[in-house]
């Protein structure tokens, strides 16, 4: 056993600011959270008056009560829908998340249409997308709860309408794979919308509400002058009576989720057992996981302490200590399941990259996931680390990670920049789960390096035409440069372009990455054939 000590001081000032500043940014991103249900929320007597359920209340019908379930990228389009961060309302028009229904681990999508009819918000599109990929890499079953007004026409971007055909494609993937995909259209699916539904293998519709047409009344009027209603253009009777596009008619959102469940139920599906893997809790206080991490980047963490908390009784393996020894590589287990890790007490040097790149090709071999768990401000600089190899090192670290075998999770701890970024398995290398930690920075470089970086060229440049340079406009321009890195770079403004997969509490990563651990095992375990059901069609 290699038992980690504990080095932290919960008594410490240094400690306390930390934690405080944590704290800070967990209620900002609830805050943030709670907005967006309390937007939903507001449609609430409109939605009951109608004899609807509220999209939330779809979800938690329709999942397992008590059940996990890790909700995905809650801040999505944070800042894109209005500029004013007062008003803002996160989460892409989208509810997304993994769970189960019926005992089965499936990946749950349901639209919002409880803020602007469901209408697709900024970034919802990739969202969508994130979550079918998520779906289609960890062979889950794909619930999808529709009821949109499509896409916003007042935003209508050209490029969104092509790039959504991806949605539509991946829906097809998914029924290709041999993973179900079960649709309740609990209103509209219009227009190219109307796909959304089409491609489904099980579609449930309500009785009086659903609303499925490639053309709405306005639209068909304008284009053939042709008047009709929009239950006789496709309403939940003519679809599941005479198109034979629905296969279950139910009356209410209720009944349609209980049939939803049904469906699920009757699939010969794996469904993961009780855990029986013996396993000790960290012998730390996951609490103090608040108060490790400094909120300025450029102060030195011991990312020992914070692996001390998340893994089975503290007990770290690592691998070759005292060669590269900024990089931290080793072997533990999470509820007691294997996985390797690798995190950064500093830059990456190219004994660091050199280890790791060994380190992850033995975990390849022995089929071990791996988590990376970033705070780096990336590759050594310098005349001496290249002569060393850094760049045919630090290449060969990111060949690693590109060509690994296993499941790779990555955690944004504290600071993502630069090449490290890559070599740490950053979002652009396709991880199978990313999730940040409220207080991350993800950059190509820090904002006073990036600004000084341009005033050097800027000052060699003038020299060079022999004219003088303006200390004024040099300062603005510094000034500029760190305003335009320094707004992009903490997770509100990362996670609202869906470069992960959502904020978590650090408090949270244990219980996360168990289950994500869990899906990565079973999607991997699993070979999908075609599935048998009892339920019979109405």
Same mark, same amino acid.
């Given at each position: 056993m290699s038992i980690l000590e504990n080095t932290?001081?919960?008594?410490?000032?240094?400690?306390?600011?930390?934690? /405080?500043?944590? !704290?800070?940014?967990?209620?900002?991103?609830?805050?943030?959270?709670?907005?967006?249900?309390?937007?939903?929320?507001?449609?609430? /007597?409109?939605?009951?008056?109608?004899? &609807?359920?509220?999209?939330?209340?779809?979800?938690? !019908?329709? #999942?397992?009560?008590?059940a996990p379930f890790i909700e995905l990228s809650t801040l999505a389009g944070y800042m894109f829908d209005v500029p004013d961060a007062a008003k803002s309302v996160p989460g892409g028009g989208v509810i997304?998340?993994?769970?189960?229904?019926? @005992?089965?681990?499936?990946m749950v999508s349901a639209s919002d249409s409880g803020i602007d009819a469901g209408a697709l918000q900024p970034y919802g599109l990739d969202k969508t997308l994130r979550v079918q990929e998520l779906a289609l890499e960890n062979k889950l079953p794909y619930v999808q709860l529709v009821e949109?007004?499509?896409?916003?026409?007042?935003?209508?971007?050209? $490029?969104?309408?092509?790039?959504?055909?991806?949605?539509?494609?991946?829906?097809?993937?998914?029924?290709?794979? +041999?993973?179900?995909?079960?649709?309740?259209?609990?209103?509209?699916?219009?227009? @190219?919308?109307?796909? &959304?539904?089409? !491609?489904? /293998?099980?579609?449930?519709?309500?009785?009086?509400?659903?609303?499925?047409?490639?053309?709405?009344?306005? !639209?068909?009027?304008?284009?053939?002058?042709?008047?009709?209603?929009?239950? $006789?253009?496709?309403?939940?009777?003519?679809?599941?009576?005479?198109? @034979?596009? +629905?296969?279950? #008619?139910? $009356?209410?959102?209720?009944?349609?989720l209980r049939i939803a469940r049904e469906i699920m139920a009757a699939m010969e599906w794996g469904r993961p057992g009780r855990a029986t893997l013996e396993f000790k809790p960290p012998r730390y206080d996951q609490d103090e996981l608040l108060g490790i991490m400094p909120m300025d980047h450029k102060r030195p963490v011991d990312m020992k302490q914070?692996?001390?908390?998340?893994?089975?009784?503290?007990?770290?393996t690592e691998m070759a200590p005292n060669y590269g020894p900024a990089t931290v590589c080793g072997h533990a287990r999470i509820e007691g399941q294997a996985i390797g890790i690798i995190t950064n007490n500093g830059p990456l040097d190219p004994a660091g990259a050199n280890k790791a790149t060994h380190f992850i090709q033995a975990c390849c071999q022995t089929r071990t996931p791996l988590l990376y768990l970033n705070n780096t401000t990336g590759y050594m600089v310098g005349k001496a680390y290249e002569e060393a190899g850094?760049?045919?090192?630090?290449?060969?670290?990111?060949?690693?990670?590109?060509?690994?075998?296993?499941?790779?999770?990555?955690?944004?701890?504290?600071?993502?920049?630069?090449?490290?970024?890559?070599?740490?398995?950053?979002?652009?290398?396709h991880p199978r789960f990313c999730f940040s930690w409220p207080n991350a920075k993800t950059a190509v470089m820090g904002g006073e390096q990036a600004a000084e970086t341009m005033a050097i060229v800027t000052e060699a440049a003038a020299a060079r035409r022999g004219k003088p340079i303006e200390k004024d406009k040099l300062d603005a321009m510094k000034a500029q440069i760190v305003g335009v890195f320094d707004g992009q770079m903490d997770v509100f403004s990362t996670s609202a372009r869906v470069l992960d997969d959502g904020v978590i509490d650090p408090r949270d990563t244990r219980a996360v990455l168990s289950e994500v651990l869990a899906i990565c095992r079973e999607g991997d375990a699993r070979t999908p054939q075609r599935m048998q059901f009892s339920v019979a069609r109405p």
């Open positions: 932290i001081s919960p008594g410490s000032a240094a400690y306390h600011a930390n934690r /405080d500043g944590m !704290l800070g940014l967990i209620d900002r991103m609830r805050t943030l959270e709670e907005r967006t249900r309390a937007a939903s929320a507001a449609a609430k /007597d409109r939605f009951h008056k109608r004899g &609807q359920l509220l999209p939330r209340e779809r979800v938690a !019908l329709v #999942l397992d009560p008590g997304a998340g993994i769970g189960f229904v019926s @005992g089965i681990r499936c949109s007004a499509g896409a916003n026409l007042l935003r209508y971007r050209v $490029e969104d309408f092509v790039r959504g055909g991806n949605i539509f494609r991946n829906l097809a993937r998914l029924s290709a794979s +041999g993973l179900p995909v079960v649709t309740v259209t609990h209103g509209s699916s219009t227009a @190219g919308g109307a796909y &959304q539904t089409g !491609l489904s /293998d099980y579609i449930v519709m309500v009785r009086g509400r659903t609303r499925a047409f490639l053309a709405g009344p306005p !639209l068909l009027r304008a284009a053939t002058g042709e008047i009709a209603t929009e239950e $006789e253009l496709g309403g939940a009777e003519m679809h599941t009576q005479v198109s @034979g596009l +629905g296969d279950y #008619l139910a $009356e209410d959102d209720r009944d349609a914070v692996i001390a908390r998340i893994v089975d009784d503290s007990d770290f850094m760049i045919k090192h630090g290449s060969k670290m990111i060949q690693a990670v590109t060509s690994a075998t296993v499941p790779q999770i990555t955690i944004y701890c504290g600071a993502s920049f630069g090449a490290g970024n890559y070599g740490m398995c950053g979002r652009g290398f």
